[in-house]
């Protein structure tokens, strides 16, 4: 989807505004180190998630789309298949990379887990196919260091980018209304890792400080009227949570 000049994305970890679409990258080059301190450079291997282009990648990683592009012999920088393992020379740590695009429908933000032990964007995306819902139901995942991914890392989907409603909760018309954050994990068991708490409260501050979405408004799956469901998990610290937002 192309997206005009009036629906500028902004990615508040870059302070770099840039025209952002699934298919179209900016010709602006990624920054590289431009900060006082060394930062430890290495090379990394990146699986391709749905939704990420070769721009989003080499935000990830400090690393400009054509060398990404080169050393990979990739032929269409706009195409590159969902699953593709990416040889990405001298990265930086992983860097969250979160788009915000103006956009007044978000007015509540639903946290729920996964129910599974593992999980990534990918594997829901494809459970999310099998059900019928035209890809991954919700905007946002935190991984728990299962199925390929680092532990608390975030993994925004292609529902995001393209700013479609949700898949992921039907009461109260959240779906139309809800940003929808999961968690992977199983938190009637279990609890979320700190690092993902902590990658959940970034996240949770970023979207409501730019939204202006109230503490009132974030909401777990199960405290949403209407939703019959123990999600996001009897264990999941919901007070500690609510406490460290801004
Ligand atoms: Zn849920």
Request: aromatic residues 8%; glycine residues 10%; hydrophobic residues 35%.
């Amino acid at each position: 989807m192309m997206l005009n000049s009036s629906k500028r994305a902004i990615i508040p970890i870059l302070l770099l505004c840039s025209l952002l679409s699934s298919c179209a990258a900016p010709t602006r080059k990624a920054p590289v180190d431009a900060g006082p301190l060394a930062v430890h450079r290495q090379n990394v291997y990146h699986t391709v998630a749905p939704g990420e282009t070769l721009w989003r990648i080499s935000q990830m990683y400090a690393v400009a789309p054509d060398t990404i592009q080169r050393v990979n012999r990739i032929t269409d920088a706009n195409s590159v298949n969902i699953g593709t393992r990416l040889y990405i020379p001298g990265a930086v740590p992983r860097r969250h990379v979160i788009t915000l695009y103006p956009n007044r429908k978000w007015k509540y933000i639903i946290i729920h887990h996964s129910g599974t032990e593992t999980g990534s964007s990918q594997m829901f995306n494809e459970a999310h196919i099998r059900r019928g819902w035209g890809g991954i139901g919700y905007h946002f995942v935190i991984d728990n260091g299962t199925a390929g991914k680092d532990d608390g890392q975030i993994e925004t989907s292609p529902r995001w980018i393209q700013q479609l409603d949700g898949a992921h909760c039907k009461a109260s018309s959240m779906n139309e209304k809800g940003i929808g954050i999961c968690l992977v994990g199983n938190f009637s068991n279990g609890r979320p890792s700190r690092a993902q708490m902590d990658s959940l409260v970034y996240l949770v501050n970023t979207l409501r400080e730019y939204y202006g979405i109230p503490k009132s408004r974030i909401l777990g799956h199960g405290d949403v009227p209407g939703a019959n469901t123990e999600c996001p998990g009897t264990r999941f610290p919901w007070h500690k949570f609510m406490a460290r937002l801004k």
